[in-house]
């Protein structure tokens, strides 16, 4: 389906897919289970991936690789359900270059070939972030000249590594705090506000075909973050500076309304000429669990994926994880948790039904 059109069928019926989302229930139903005795073919046609590329949406989820390695149900559904992958650590600076000068992409080129054998397309995550760095560039005393160096080796040397084998990349990562200041990181500080523009000239030069994003959470809907950024982005086109997407995290917790002005916010990129994608999605959930919280969950996740669909160069949602076994949430948010579409045992609950529908609807099946 025309992204044009993929907006308009989603505008009409909007509405009415809200009220037909709460219907289903978390747990499996009778049509869940008369799926299973489907042929494989038409079990496939159904997955996330394959409606979503209908609607001319890539689907995605960030990969642990300990849980890639060692769980069978984990590794199938990542093959199985989505059309693009991006990793949730290994390609992190701390993780490719442990030790200055000396690089591992062991992990990182095992992801790529993992989607390489399943069809799937690859964000990279990502080149330039405050956290997650290296002890020996955290702890280093390096003059602004010499950062600088250490950025533009590490960019050059990451992307060019990959090559070819990157769909999308997040350049740079959090740049902005929530009242719409840059943030006070290692790299604003040595190297001030124009580190943004040389990290995507430098990822640029290295692979002129991958697209480059800037990626940060909190801007779902208008608001000073948002605007903070639209308006560098705005001037970092304006500048010539390759910068081709915007990344919106999508990090929500139901006790917060959902941003139900995103298309609006996202349609200021759009009018930009700039591409958009939802990158991290997860939904997170005060324990314990109960069906008010998980139709609350499965809300803002379709807040989300309509969002994106009604935008018309949004070109991919990704959930942050697809499984509660291997959530992130437990260990950062206290007493928070259950925060993606598939429970432990990989059963679907409210949130994947959501999205289902949202996007059977986008493609035409409504």
Request: positive net charge; hydrophobic residues 50%; aromatic residues 2%.
């Given at each position: 389906?025309?992204?044009?059109?993929?907006?308009?069928?989603?505008?009409?019926?909007?509405?009415?897919?809200?009220?037909?989302?709460?219907?289903?229930?978390?747990?499996?139903?009778?049509?869940?289970?008369?799926?299973?005795?489907?042929?494989?073919?038409?079990?496939?046609?159904?997955?996330?991936?394959?409606?979503?590329?209908?609607?001319?949406l890539r689907i995605g989820t960030a990969v642990d690789m300990s849980a890639l390695a060692s769980d069978a149900p984990y590794r199938a559904k990542a093959a199985g359900e989505f059309s693009s992958v991006t990793p949730e650590n290994v390609m992190k600076w701390e993780a490719v270059e442990p030790r200055r000068g000396t690089y591992d992409w062991a992990a990182a080129d095992k992801l790529v070939d993992f989607a390489e054998e399943n069809g799937q397309l690859v964000r990279g995550h990502t080149l330039v972030w405050h956290s997650q760095l290296p002890a020996w560039l955290n702890n280093g005393d390096f003059t602004a000249d010499e950062l600088r160096d250490i950025l533009h080796r590490h960019i050059t040397g990451q992307v060019t590594h990959f090559k070819g084998k990157i769909w999308q990349w997040d350049v740079v990562n959090e740049a902005f705090n929530d009242d719409g200041t840059m943030r006070n990181s290692i790299w604003l500080q040595k190297l001030g506000p124009g580190y943004i523009a040389d990290a995507f000239r430098w990822a640029h030069q290295a692979d002129p075909k991958a697209k480059l994003f800037i990626n940060d959470y909190n801007i779902e809907g208008v608001n000073a973050k948002s605007t903070a950024l639209h308006n560098l982005v705005a001037q970092l086109r304006k500048e010539h500076v390759p910068v081709h997407g915007v990344g919106i995290q999508g990090h929500l917790d139901v006790q917060y309304s959902a941003p139900h002005d995103i298309a609006t916010n996202m349609k200021r990129f759009d009018d930009l000429g700039l591409e958009t994608a939802i990158t991290e999605a997860d939904v997170r959930i005060p324990m314990p669990v109960d069906n008010t919280k998980l139709e609350a969950q499965a809300e803002a996740y379709d807040v989300l994926l309509r969002g994106c669909l009604l935008t018309e160069h949004c070109t991919d949602f990704t959930v942050w994880g697809f499984t509660d076994k291997y959530s992130w949430v437990p260990g950062v948010f206290k007493g928070e948790g259950a925060a993606n579409i598939l429970d432990e045992n990989f059963e679907a609950k409210a949130a994947y039904n959501a999205m289902s529908a949202d996007l059977a609807l986008a493609a035409g099946r409504g």
């Open positions: 389906m025309h992204k044009a059109n993929r907006a308009a069928v989603v505008g009409t019926a909007a509405a009415a897919l809200l009220v037909s989302t709460f219907t289903v229930a978390a747990s499996a139903t009778p049509e869940n289970a008369a799926q299973h005795t489907k042929p494989k073919s038409d079990v496939a046609a159904k997955t996330l991936g394959a409606l979503g590329k209908r609607a001319d």
